[in-house]
């Protein structure tokens, strides 16, 4: 790398190129200068390196996954498999998921970067891997690959790229595609891998279970370990919180969101479960915590510190308003028994109104208590 630097600083023969030169430098080595202006932190940590550090925290869900992948296909035939045949067959399935989602996303960073002349962003390291995670397993990679196309270019880079978009860029990908292709990203045969071509295999979710008026089939330690059907990383609880212990550990994410998410689901699901008018209403309100995409929108999506709130009171709002909106959805909306997505995008919108009237109200607060101090002086 140092050999080649010089051909791609200012004056050298491969200037123009730089941007997508110094991306994979700085992503393969930490950076060797320094912050020069404005309020800063000496650390030996950026951009690229908390991103990486997100990634790490999805590692048990992709990996728990991968292997759920290939136990909810050969189950359901009645076919027992060994460990590393149920994964060797998630993996074959999941990887060429990931492979185009990275390829295709960051094929566009660099072009974007390279065409602006500024440094390639990081943020597509955890959009990368979160957005096959969030999809059905049996989305053609066509499907995908445009979907990715959308949530770069019109979610994020019409933005002005990282830190400036105002949507999640996942979520964009999964919103995109539901809504463009929605025979591949709903129903009981996509969740679970070749259901719609082979007989016997039903790929229904515990919400679309109760959606359509049914019980839901499975104990409580299925549901918390993950053994059912749903996109890749959202079925097991013990995996997400093992992600969500190592965010909190290393101070990535702010556990207020998660916290606060977590209270308005509990809170919503509750009430409806005294009101108890329909399969899902009567659904356990702990258990609506531990199915769909609940728990990983929480600790994952929700905390993206782009598009969340920034104050710490509107944290409380912002994550409250989410769990409430997401069962709110489920409920309501028989024909789309899942309600993160909605409930996270829309709470994006509104995440800078909400710091705007915190900030206005402690500035308010702060004027009345000069004002109270020179009348009493």
């Not at 992948?69 to 149920?86: D, M, N, P, T, V």
Request: proline share 4%.
């Amino acid at each position: 790398m140092e050999k080649f630097r010089p051909h791609y600083k200012k004056g050298g023969k491969y200037e123009k190129y730089g941007p997508a030169f110094f991306g994979i430098d700085t992503f393969l080595f930490v950076p060797n200068h320094t912050t020069k202006s404005g309020a800063h932190i000496r650390d030996g940590i950026d951009l690229k390196r908390i991103m990486i550090v997100v990634v790490f925290a999805l590692i048990p869900v992709t990996l728990f996954g991968i292997w759920n992948i290939g136990f909810q296909h050969f189950s359901q035939l009645g076919i027992e498999k060994g460990f590393w045949e149920l994964f060797g067959f998630g993996a074959i399935r999941f990887l060429p998921m990931v492979v185009v989602s990275y390829a295709v996303g960051l094929s566009i960073e660099f072009a974007f970067a390279i065409f602006r002349g500024h440094a390639v962003n990081e943020g597509y390291l955890v959009s990368g891997l979160l957005i096959p995670l969030i999809m059905p397993i049996d989305l053609p990679l066509w499907m995908l690959a445009i979907s990715v196309i959308f949530a770069v270019i019109i979610g994020k880079e019409a933005f002005g790229g990282t830190g400036m978009n105002i949507l999640n860029p996942a979520l964009v990908a999964r919103a995109f595609a539901f809504f463009s292709y929605a025979g591949s990203m709903s129903g009981d045969t996509v969740w679970v891998a070749d259901a719609a071509i082979t007989d016997g295999v039903s790929g229904e979710t515990v919400l679309g279970t109760l959606a359509s008026g049914k019980e839901a089939g499975l104990s409580v330690m299925d549901m918390f370990i993950g053994y059912m059907p749903g996109s890749v990383g959202e079925t097991s609880v013990l995996m997400i919180l093992l992600g969500a212990g190592f965010l909190f550990f290393t101070g990535i994410a702010n556990w207020r969101i998660m916290l606060a998410t977590v209270v308005g689901g509990a809170v919503t699901a509750l009430l409806f479960n005294l009101w108890g008018l329909n399969s899902l209403m009567e659904f356990p309100w702990w258990q609506h915590l531990m199915v769909g995409g609940f728990l990983f929108g929480a600790v994952f999506m929700a905390t993206d510190p782009v598009t969340a709130t920034q104050t710490s009171k509107g944290m409380w709002i912002y994550g409250f308003l989410i769990g409430m909106i997401a069962i709110l959805v489920r409920v309501f909306n028989g024909a789309y028994p899942e309600g993160m997505m909605m409930a996270i995008l829309l709470m994006n919108v509104f995440a800078p109104l909400i710091d705007h009237y915190i900030i206005k109200g402690n500035i308010k607060q702060r004027k009345n208590r000069l004002e109270k101090s020179r009348l009493k002086a």
